[in-house]
């Protein structure tokens, strides 16, 4: 069965810093794996995924993840952080074949300070 | 222009009441799915719907009934309601019913049960 772990509940950095945020994957095969943000009061809205080929890959909003097989890892990383990046994010793993279905982690909250 | 809308944005009701979210795509996709988030912020999924034909149906109580009338409308209907239905319910929609693809999710439904 595919499972996500987001280790980090919740995550405060300064405007302006680094952003990394992690995400491990449990899934026999190559997954498919999502990043979503959640800001508050509002639905998810994908970031970025990843299916195959390059291992890094650019999303929305300045936003990259690099998948690592070795590590079953797909973290999230922006190298610097804007205020309206405080939100929730959610990583998600699909399986594929007739499953169908869009498994996400617990998410993690992130604050940014002034 | 909105995607993908719920009504209503918020629920309030008591116990035992009987109550329905509707949701409306105007993407042009063939899959609908109904989520709910917990306060923990925890998002399952629930059903699927794909071109009006029900793709997936998680471990929930049969008090829950999504109905799809046309392939741009899922609805869900409670019966009976409880207060540890209280949660946000999201609806979401996507091109194609395997996972990989893009999930566009409507603003959420917030149901509060007392």
């Known amino acids: 069965a595919q499972s996500v772990t987001q280790p980090d509940i919740h995550i405060t950095v300064s405007e302006g810093a680094s952003l990394e945020l992690r995400c491990n994957y449990s899934?026999?095969?190559?997954?498919?794996l999502f990043w979503y943000v959640q800001s508050p009061g509002q639905g998810l809205q994908l970031l970025l995924k990843?299916?195959?080929?390059?291992?890094l890959v650019q999303g929305i909003k300045g936003f990259e993840a690099e998948f690592k097989r070795s590590q079953s890892s797909f973290n999230l990383r922006k190298p610097s952080v804007h205020w309206s990046d405080a939100a929730e994010y959610f990583c998600?793993?699909?399986?594929?074949?007739?499953?169908?279905?869009?498994?996400f982690g617990k998410g993690t909250l992130l604050t940014v300070n002034p | 222009d909105t995607a993908v809308s719920q009504t209503p944005k918020y629920l309030v009701t008591q116990m035992g009441n009987d109550k329905s979210i509707k949701c409306e795509q105007n993407?042009?996709?063939?899959?609908m799915y109904w989520y709910k988030q917990d306060s923990k912020k925890f998002l399952k999924i629930m059903f699927s719907?794909?071109?009006?034909?029900?793709?997936i149906n998680e471990t929930v109580p049969n008090r829950f009934s999504p109905k799809s009338p046309d392939k741009a409308h899922l609805n869900l209907h409670i019966n009976s309601l409880e207060l540890g239905d209280s949660a946000v319910y999201f609806c979401?929609?996507?091109?194609?019913?395997?996972?990989?693809?893009?999930?566009?999710f409507g603003p959420g439904t917030r149901l509060t049960v007392l």
């Open positions: 719907y794909n071109n009006k034909e029900l793709i």
């Open positions: 979401a929609s996507s091109r194609l019913k395997s996972g990989f693809n893009e999930q566009f």
């Open positions: 998600a793993v699909y399986g594929g074949g007739s499953n169908y279905k869009l498994t």
């Open positions: 990843y299916f195959s080929g390059d291992t």
């Open positions: 993407l042009g996709h063939d899959t």
């Open positions: 899934y026999g095969a190559t997954p498919y």
